[in-house]
């Protein structure tokens, strides 16, 4: 249990930001040797580090999470050498991009130490993740840090006891290093709040970093954490991992521990939120959702489904190859993709088609805009009363996506007891539907856009529909980095807007704008098919070449 912020504090908004700010930068400076300020920020930060960072640090601080666990479980790199690598390239991605909460330098070269001892005592790795730094969200809870979910007013909130899942990761062998920012009420596909700031994308700083989970998309877009964890409801994860070239999951809920968070809405059971990975290699989130499955979670967490992760494969094998059927979705019928996504999805699908053992169909939308007024009227089911008197409390200004999705959105009401049954019923109703329209269509999973753009203008994310469609179905979500935005991804001049929400969408595009930025497909499956899906990705990337560095 979080102690209770005080409410008669006289402290102003401003002076708490300050004092976080100055926390935050005081842990920047005790990381050594120390990284020089820069005297201008460049639109690309993604060049950067090398003109700053040693050849052994870029080298490991660009490693596959797996090979450098590999490397650290035998002894050929030191969990110390890793650590110091990566609290580096942190406070060099702080300083270019606006992503850190706060760094935890001594803390994690002193638990580096200890694993660096053990290895040498007694000739094996503590656990699976031995010696590997991990980034988190701020939200999580830390043990004796503060934990403010993005709310100036709840400064003062100190957990008690770790998280569950860092329980686990550590148990397992791995370094806590870093911890990343998050938006005003953790409602955002951005990620700025009265703490902090704006977080910017490493690729292009006019571009959101996406959100909720933005502070770790960034670190892990600019390499300064190569594993990370972040929480979805509505696309938090996902909407980073795109937004930076990144792959995250979003799991099936009730897989992956949620014991020790602070949030606003955290007994709510309509809607649920889940944790999950956000990592530079799908080994990465392989390796992540394995140990925590692994660890057997539900034994602490009785919420949780006892369903171990499966390694066997999901799909038929003929002739050495595996037989899936893929469908494609295009369009939600909503809000149509910019011309980046349209082509990088149908450039995929035909290539697709090609790789032996694998059927590409297109997938139709099912009420897709109904799907969205459901899950926007059960968010905030007390009518966004916990958001608005956390704000309140202390006089902060409202960020422009906290009024987007808390006073512009019509469908936030304060709900009574038969009116949230009925939206629960409508919610039931509509899975039992899509489930049947899945199974109609026969495919085994489906590739989708992650939104309806690559990463939008900062306080431009306002469309949740291609994240949030499946919160609403629990279905688990992978994000695979596919391309880039291109120069003649032209403007389609001719396209008549079908709505609102998609006039808005279109007329945010040109390519000028969007320069640089990463391109990302979802790759979806149905509930507690994580397996599936991640199996699913793999074959496509062994067969395609993919990620989308070599991949346009």
């Not at 640090?57 to 050498?81: F, H, R, W």
């Not at 006891?161 to 148990?171: K, P, Q, Y």
């Amino acid at each position: 249990m979080l102690p209770s912020p005080s409410s008669k504090s006289l402290e102003s908004w401003q002076t708490i930001a300050k004092r976080t700010q100055q926390h935050r930068d005081a842990t920047l400076a005790a990381v050594e040797p120390p990284i020089p300020d820069l005297p201008e920020l460049p639109l690309d930060s993604t060049p950067v580090p090398k003109t700053i960072l040693t050849p052994e640090e870029l080298s490991i601080t660009e490693s596959d999470p797996v090979d450098l666990l590999s490397k650290l479980s035998s002894g050929n790199l030191s969990s110390a050498t890793v650590t110091n690598a990566f609290l580096r390239r942190a406070t060099l991605a702080q300083k270019l991009v606006n992503c850190i909460t706060e760094l935890m330098p001594q803390a994690a070269l002193e638990r580096a130490a200890y694993l660096d001892a053990y290895l040498k005592e007694h000739g094996k790795p503590i656990g699976p993740l031995h010696g590997l730094p991990i980034s988190i969200k701020e939200m999580i809870n830390v043990k004796d840090h503060t934990c403010n979910a993005g709310f100036i007013s709840w400064s003062d909130r100190i957990a008690t006891s770790n998280a569950h899942i860092l329980d686990i990761l550590l148990a397992a062998g791995c370094v806590l290093y870093a911890r990343t920012t998050q938006p005003q009420t953790l409602m955002h596909l951005e990620t700025s709040s009265n703490y902090f700031g704006t977080t910017h994308n490493p690729f292009n700083r006019n571009l959101t970093s996406g959100g909720s989970s933005g502070g770790e998309g960034a670190l892990l877009g600019m390499r300064g954490s190569c594993l990370g964890i972040g929480t979805d409801i509505g696309g938090s994860i996902r909407s980073p991992a795109a937004n930076n070239g990144l792959w995250g999951l979003r799991p099936t809920s009730n897989r992956l521990p949620m014991q020790g968070m602070t949030a606003t809405m955290l007994s709510a059971e309509h809607i649920l939120a889940v944790i999950g990975p956000l990592s530079t290699s799908l080994a990465g989130v392989k390796v992540f959702m394995k140990t925590l499955i692994d660890a057997q979670p539900w034994i602490r967490e009785p919420s949780l489904v006892p369903l171990p992760w499966k390694t066997e494969s999901q799909f038929p094998i003929k002739g050495g190859n595996k037989t899936l059927k893929i469908g494609v979705l295009t369009d939600d019928g909503v809000v149509r993709p910019h011309p980046p996504v349209l082509r990088a999805l149908t450039s995929l699908a035909s290539k697709l088609a090609s790789v032996p053992g694998v059927e590409v169909v297109p997938f139709t939308p099912l009420k897709h805009d109904l799907a969205w007024s459901i899950i926007s009227s059960l968010y905030f089911a007390d009518g966004g009363a916990e958001e608005k008197a956390a704000i309140a409390a202390s006089g902060e200004p409202w960020r422009p996506l906290s009024n987007f999705i808390l006073k512009e959105n019509p469908n936030v009401k304060s709900l009574s007891i038969a009116g949230m049954w009925d939206l629960t019923a409508k919610r039931d109703a509509y899975r039992e539907e899509y489930a049947a329209h899945w199974r109609e269509s026969g495919i085994d999973v489906l590739f989708c856009p992650v939104g309806p753009g690559a990463a939008p203008p900062i306080d431009c994310a306002r469309y949740w529909g291609y994240t949030a469609q499946w919160n609403l179905l629990d279905y688990p979500a992978l994000i695979a980095p596919v391309s880039k935005v291109l120069a003649d991804d032209v403007v389609d001049k001719g396209y008549v807007p079908r709505n609102e929400q998609d006039r808005y969408n279109h007329e945010l595009y040109s390519p000028e704008k969007y320069v640089n930025a990463p391109v990302s497909v979802q790759v979806v499956g149905r509930r507690y098919e994580d397996e599936k899906v991640v199996e699913a990705m793999e074959y496509v990337q062994e067969k395609l070449g993919l990620p989308w560095a070599k991949y346009v």
